[in-house]
């Protein structure tokens, strides 16, 4: 353990957006939309213990996060704003190889295919401990299950998933699955994946590319579809 004395100044900053993402994350827990859970049949407690939440409003969260110590400019800076913690929005904890919560993703919950409005929001790059092209939703937990380890397609259906006991499941949001994502799994030990990404044609060619551009000549790697 080290003294704060210790660290230097960027590191003493890191570590408070940890604990603003990690204070954010709890408030979000305690505020369940029922009815949008309840169609998707997720237990409310299984939510809670995800970290998957809303906010009443984005004026009543940023006055609870001001109470715990943190002041609007540095919730600004660090991407804790309107965007993602707003009303009618559903909001997944996301959460590093180590389990910190380093970013979030909102779900409209009022989204339709006549909608014009983005379904999810991500937490951008303005984050200092965000980076979604080496973030595998899951993976804290995934890495201590047995293989293969199946690669979904967005947060809900990893939630699905884990609802019915499935825990050795990752799920890549707001972007492509990199070659960083790839190299992360290898160096965890993951070597035997399932691919499971959507089934339409975009589906099965993004398969295809992932396939040979990633996975190809690898005969460590194991990878099925």
């Known amino acids: 353990v080290y003294e704060m004395s210790e660290l230097t100044p960027e590191e003493i900053y890191q570590r408070r957006v940890y604990a ?35 906010v009443i409003s984005f004026q009543d969260f940023i006055e609870k996060m001001i109470t715990r110590g943190y002041d609007r400019k540095f919730l600004s800076d660090i991407d804790i704003g309107r965007s993602i913690f707003n009303e009618g929005m559903l909001i997944f904890s996301i959460k590093d190889s180590q389990g ?11 989204h339709s295919k006549a909608s014009k409005k983005m379904k999810f929001i991500n937490t951008s790059s303005k984050c200092p401990i965000y980076n979604k092209s080496r973030i595998l939703y ?34 890549i949001g707001g972007t492509a699955l990199t070659r960083e994502h790839v190299e992360i799994l290898k160096s965890m030990g993951i070597k035997d994946c399932i691919l499971a990404l959507d089934g339409d044609d975009a589906g099965q060619g993004k398969i295809e590319t992932l396939l040979d551009d990633y996975f190809g000549g690898d005969e460590g790697m194991r990878v099925r579809i």
């Not at 993402?21 to 809670?48: F, G, N």
């Not at 910190?100 to 009022?110: H, K, N, P, W």
């Not at 993976?139 to 006991?165: C, N, Q, S």
Request: contains cysteine; proline residues 5%; positive net charge.
């Open 20 to 54: 603003a993402y990690e204070d954010a994350a709890d408030l979000i827990s305690y505020h369940q939309p029922v009815d949008y859970i309840t169609l998707r049949k997720w237990p409310s407690s299984m939510c809670q213990e995800l970290k998957i939440g809303t």
């Open 100 to 110: 910190r919560v380093v970013g979030f993703a909102a779900r409209d919950m009022a």
């Open 138 to 171: 899951g993976l804290h937990i995934a890495k201590l299950t047995k293989m293969p380890v199946y690669i979904f397609e967005g947060y809900p259906d990893w939630v699905t998933a884990y609802k019915h006991g499935l825990k050795n499941v990752v799920a």
